[in-house]
């Protein structure tokens, strides 16, 4: 019959345990002294690059996206203060700072037309004809970046992504997912009807009026009832261009 272990050797069992458990503690705090002396390092490196690449970060877009690429990935956000190292060795707090009050202004001068929702790449090319004197260029990069700051003003800007276009929200309004079908359905043409959202998307006609109905409360969508085939037309200028509604009404 198998003996069980004595009072000695539990003892040294448990003396053997606390040996692993201190080692391994002494393990993890090397490893863990070892990284932030790496991220210490790399800090400091990644401030020799931006004090010696200071022009390309301020006015080559690509080349600034890659720089806040290398700062993410060690902690570092350039965004978050005004003041201290990185607002002074680039001036980026005020650049986005700036970009920001731009992007509001923007937003809101054409919100009785878009009613709130306008493309990222629209409010780029507006972004860039208002800064066309300015030494830095714009990227949507940039405009992502400023646009995400401005999530501290409350729920009216945001990014939201239709089909393959990403669309700026600056109103808080809730799109839900058949807004967002509809509005992915209307790009190929600027319109959708009735009669279409039910054939293309295989939904009742009470959804379809109730989803269309909504979004022209909202402002965002604008009605022609003036085609020869008299089916009213729902045309949404954020995904329209200026020259295709001229004809709507947005009562």
Known sequence: MRRRPGIGGLQNAAAARDQYRLLGENVAKLRTDLMKEQLSTFRSQLE???????????????????????CAKVGVDPLASN??????????????????????????????????????EELCKLLGQRRKGAREAV???????????????????????????????SVPTELNKDHNEILEL???????????????????????T???????????????????DGRRRYWFPCVSSISSYAGADTS
């Open 83 to 120: 003041k201290g190292f990185w607002a002074e060795l680039l001036g980026i707090g005020d650049f986005y700072y700036e970009l920001g009050v731009q992007i509001v202004d923007i937003c809101l001068s054409t919100r009785a037309h878009n009613g709130g929702l306008i493309s990222l």
């Open 186 to 208: 209307a790009q190929a043409q600027g319109f959708v009807t009735v009669d279409e959202v039910q054939r293309r998307l295989s939904w009742p006609s009470g959804r379809a």
């Open 48 to 70: 020799d690059f931006a004090r010696k690449h200071k022009n390309d970060i301020r006015k080559n877009p690509a080349f600034r996206s890659q720089f806040h690429e290398m």
């Open 210 to 228: 109730d989803a269309l109905e909504t979004l022209l409360d909202e402002g965002l969508a604008m009605i022609d009832d003036g085609d020869k």
């Open 139 to 169: 990227s949507e990069d940039d405009c992502l970046r400023a646009i995400s700051k401005l999530k501290v003003l409350g729920s009216g800007f945001e990014v939201i992504s239709v089909g393959k276009r990403k669309l700026v929200r």
